[in-house]
């Protein structure tokens, strides 16, 4: 049936009939598929573009079928889209833009902004032309990044980009719109050696466009403008107008977007570079300018203050700023960044910092403490081995690697009696794997492990946790001290299973004193018994 309409439609659009491109007009309409699909081939055979008007008058934002027809005749549309930009038909025009930026027909940049510089159309088309040229480059400089179809984008449509530009800064006029410009700006980092000359641009005084580059850089709340400047600075001899702009610009959409761009590694162009720059004024105004900038943005501000060209009084003041006003991680970064410089005052804040309200600042701040000449930093840390925060408790215990729970079993026979009550109660609270420990020690360690488990179940008053655990060492038949650490531990038990045990013990058990404290055991134990096979 698919077949039969296709021969249809394709007859449709070789007849002569006048009816006939009506007919394929309507169809595509259609609610039909099948219909619509034989159509749009019709209507792209269609001699003189005609067809393909149509096609471009009927757009449909996002249907797959229109898509498959653009893709698959991408190259008959570029005339056609070319044609529709121009007509007087606004939706005709508005739909082919969008065609244009949607389907990504980079080739066709080249042609917007010539007709975009003829500056003959009214105003709210141009606006649209400028929007739609903005989006389509925003796509193309990503094309660019992605190494994507390089021989197409580099080799065709790069250089179109780069002639149009040319011809509009040789004749370029005070009052033309920035839009060429901001497009050099976008581009800049690709300008091949055959376009080599339009860098001049930026260095030129007495150049056409200079007064309006200089405006542009010192004035302009653009992406292209920042994303420029910090690329300039990233590089070996940027041109004076760059290191101006960043030295005099304290607009907040600049020194955000240009702080947002700063990322570790900081290049040694660019260090060079600061170390060359007087400080921005806006640094002078930190508390005003904080609440205005996000974390990303505060992280890159710490790493803005690290390279510049200022006293150190000066810089650790500004990080001292950041961690006190900021936000999230760029107080995190802020304190890290700290850590690079002596002094009391500083020693001070990070000891502090141990116990900030924000999780990732204290752990940030732990880390940071051994470093710092603050005495018993041991005991220090300890302070925080039972922060209601597990991130927090783990980092104590990477510090203090000795209370891990295996430390503390490895060491257990170098320890007086005393030592491991306390240390034993230290590692339960900061080691989560404590209780874990405890019961592989008691099911499958040997002789000794149980006899330490045992221990710490009596130090830790954990006969209620490990019941079932502690139960195994009693009837499992293990030596008689084992059986009878095992059998008073018990007392404590809750469930009728190591009740059971206990009575079996009691009256089955080989040796006296096992029997003696299962009996002791029992008597001590309530009447009610808990009856669950697992303890919450």
Request: aromatic share 8%.
């Amino acid at each position: 049936m698919t077949d039969g309409i296709d021969i249809t439609m394709q007859t449709l659009a070789q007849s002569k009939n006048g009816a006939a491109p009506k007919m394929l007009e309507k169809a595509l309409r259609s609610s039909f598929y099948a219909v619509r699909h034989g159509a749009g081939k019709g209507l792209v055979a269609l001699r003189g573009g005609k067809g393909i008007c149509e096609i471009i008058r009927q757009y449909i934002p996002n249907d797959a079928l229109t898509i498959e027809i653009i893709e698959e005749n991408r190259d008959k549309f570029i005339p056609a889209l070319k044609n529709a930009i121009q007509d007087s038909d606004a939706e005709l025009s508005q739909n082919a833009l969008n065609i244009a930026y949607a389907r990504r027909f980079y080739e066709l940049i080249p042609f917007l902004m010539t007709i975009f510089m003829d500056q003959s159309k009214e105003e709210s088309k141009l606006n649209e032309l400028e929007r739609i040229i903005g989006k389509l480059q925003e796509k193309f400089t990503d094309a660019l990044e992605e190494r994507k179809n390089r021989r197409f984008l580099y080799g065709t449509v790069l250089p179109e980009i780069f002639n149009v530009i040319t011809k509009a800064l040789n004749d370029y006029h005070k009052n033309d719109p920035d839009l060429i410009l901001l497009m050099l700006f976008r581009l800049f980092p690709y300008l091949t050696e055959e376009h080599s000359h339009l860098a001049g641009v930026l260095r030129n005084p007495a150049g056409k466009a200079y007064g309006t580059v200089y405006h542009l850089f010192l004035m302009k709340q653009d992406p292209a403008v920042y994303n420029l400047i910090f690329y300039l600075l990233n590089n070996a001899n940027p041109p004076m107008l760059a290191a101006t702009a960043f030295a005099k610009r304290s607009d907040i959409p600049f020194v955000s977007g240009f702080l947002k761009l700063l990322t570790e590694p900081v290049s040694e162009e660019l260090k060079t570079n600061f170390a060359s720059i007087s400080k921005p004024d806006w640094l002078n105004h930190l508390p005003e300018v904080l609440p205005e900038l996000d974390e990303q943005t505060q992280q890159g501000l710490v790493l803005l203050l690290g390279v510049l060209n200022t006293a150190t009084a000066e810089i650790t003041d500004g990080l001292q700023t950041v961690f006190h006003l900021g936000t999230g991680t760029g107080r995190t970064a802020a304190l890290s960044a700290l850590s690079h410089y002596a002094g009391e005052r500083i020693d001070k804040l990070i000891w502090e910092a141990c116990g900030d309200s924000a999780p990732k600042v204290q752990m940030e701040a732990l880390r940071l403490l051994p470093q710092r000449n603050v005495p018993n930093v041991n005991v220090r840390l300890l302070q925080f081995a039972g922060n209601p925060n597990g991130e927090v408790r783990a980092t104590v215990l990477e510090l203090l690697p000795n209370f891990r729970f295996s430390k503390f079993a490895e060491g257990f026979d170098q320890m007086s009696e005393d030592q491991r009550r306390i240390m034993f109660k230290l590692v339960r609270a900061m080691d989560s794997e404590t209780l874990d420990g405890l019961t592989e020690m008691l099911t499958t360690g040997d002789a000794a492990a149980k006899n330490k488990a045992l221990q710490c179940v009596r130090y830790g008053n954990l006969t209620a946790v490990l019941e079932d655990a502690v139960c195994a060492v009693l009837t499992a038949g293990e030596s008689p001290a084992l059986r009878k650490e095992a059998a008073e531990l018990l007392t404590g038990g809750q469930r009728e299973a190591s009740r059971n045990a206990l009575v079996q013990a009691m009256h089955r058990d080989p040796d006296a004193d096992v029997r003696a404290a299962a009996k002791m055991c029992l008597e001590k134990r309530p009447v009610v018994w808990k009856t669950v096979d697992t303890v919450s």
